[in-house]
């Protein structure tokens, strides 16, 4: 492995790039379901597409991305909401998606799947040096803080 490849400078770039490129993914996701949308409209959905407990899940999922959204674009707690962002696109994938095929203009997967995979990714690795995380845990390794056993 190069320097280039282990350079703590390039993974805390890249984990500040996957932040951000996620954060306002499920944010502007979660906007787009309560403000354009709306949560009843939302619901609606969410029931004509066999989600049970629509009307529970709908606001429920909304709220996770437009609150999870922002916490993943600052860096705060952020393997809480990107361990809950990814699973809520993993339900999604198997539940509504699936049976679409893989493309999104049939109502495909790729989307979530591709959601799921940054958010998890987030999960594994953590948010990075520069992040409210870093600043409240300091010392104490923010990483690895949220998954001591």
């Known amino acids: 492995m190069s320097a280039l490849e282990n350079s703590a ?6 984990r500040t790039l996957l932040r951000f490129a996620f954060g ?32 529970l899940l ?5 709220t996770l991305e437009i609150a999870g959204g922002p916490a993943i674009i600052l860096g705060l707690l952020t393997r ?8 809520q696109m993993i339900v999604a994938l198997f539940m509504v998606h ?8 049939n109502g495909g997967f790729e989307l979530v799947l591709a959601l799921a995979a940054g958010a ?6 953590g948010p990075g040096r520069i992040s409210l995380d870093a600043l409240i845990f300091k010392g104490k390794k923010a990483d690895k803080v949220l998954v001591k056993a």
């Open 80 to 87: 809480v909401f990107a361990g809950l962002l990814g699973v």
């Open 58 to 62: 709908a606001p429920l999922a909304a």
């Open 98 to 105: 699936a049976a679409g095929g893989v493309f999104v203009e």
């Open 9 to 14: 400078g390039l993974q805390t770039a890249a």
């Open 24 to 55: 306002f993914l499920f944010l502007a996701h979660g906007w787009q379901k309560y403000f354009q949308f709306t949560i009843e409209g939302t619901t609606a959905a969410f029931g004509q597409m066999g989600v049970p407990a629509a009307n």
């Open 120 to 125: 998890l990714a987030l999960l594994l690795v």
